[in-house]
Antibody, heavy 119, light 108 residues
Framework: EVQLVESGGVVVRPGGSLRLSCAASGFTFDDNAMNWVRQPPGKGLEWVSLISWDGGTTYYADSVKGRFTISRDNSKNSLYLQMNSLRVEDTALYYC????????????WGQGTLVTVSS | SYVLTLPPSVSVAPGETSTITCGGNNIGSKIVHWYQQKPGQGPVLVIYHDTDRPSGIPERFSGSNSGNTATLTISRVEAGDEADYYCQVWDSTSDHYVFGAGTKVTVL
């Protein structure tokens, strides 16, 4: 059974930093691209970032480019999101999502970890 | 950047058919995927590659894509289908995933 378990969400001040983690199991982690997708409270889904199976390719949404960094450790079956210069508008539930196809869609999602940016 | 347009809400009676349209410029040239999200839960893939159903998704869910509109159809709607639904594509021009804003399906 595929499992994606996010952690690291907390309340942080504007301008602060945070690192999210996603522990993956139930599939061959280093065969798949991985993603972060976020959902502000009461709003829709917004893709944040993608990392290829080997970490060699990364893409970012314009709203986070230059502030967030996605990474992975295939030896630990783990995905990470380093979030710097956080803004109030970054407040959201952050989901880890397994990529499928060739940069096509997300076939499994975690339950999310909540990041709140507030003074 | 590429934009996907969904209606904010759709209402349907039990047993009837619900149709959700996802609009986009020449969306028929892209591959569309659909997700269902129930309150307090993570999204679940219900249609991928325009028309394919993952294992475990009822045959009542179907998809199509042509021209400027992709469609998710839910036949014989049940109370358990009440959820938010999102369409999604990969925009190769920007190397970004794009989601529609979501449609809330209410079962009357």
């Amino acid at each position: 059974e595929v499992q994606l378990v996010e952690s690291g969400g907390v309340v942080v001040r504007p301008g602060g930093s945070l690192r999210l983690s996603c522990a993956a199991s139930g599939f061959t982690f280093d065969d798949n691209a991985m993603n972060w997708v976020r959902q502000p409270p009461g709003k829709g889904l917004e893709w944040v970032s993608l990392i290829s199976w080997d970490g060699g390719t990364t893409y970012y949404a314009d709203s986070v480019k230059g502030r967030f960094t996605i990474s992975r450790d295939n030896s630990k079956n783990s995905l990470y999101l380093q979030m710097n210069s956080l803004r109030v508008e970054d407040t959201a539930l952050y989901y880890c999502a397994k990529g499928a196809g060739s940069y096509a869609y997300f076939d499994y999602w975690g339950q999310g970890t909540l990041v709140t940016v507030s003074s | 950047s590429y934009v996907l347009t969904l209606p904010p809400s759709v209402s349907v009676a039990p047993g009837e058919t619900s149709t959700i349209t996802c609009g986009g410029n020449n969306i028929g040239s892209k591959i569309v995927h659909w997700y269902q999200q129930k309150p307090g839960q993570g999204p679940v893939l219900v249609i991928y590659h325009d028309t394919d159903r993952p294992s475990g998704i009822p045959e009542r869910f179907s998809g199509s894509n042509s021209g400027n509109t992709a469609t998710l159809t839910i036949s014989r709607v049940e109370a358990g289908d009440e959820a938010d639904y999102y369409c999604q594509v990969w925009d190769s021009t920007s190397d970004h995933y794009v989601f529609g804003a979501g449609t809330k399906v209410t079962v009357l």
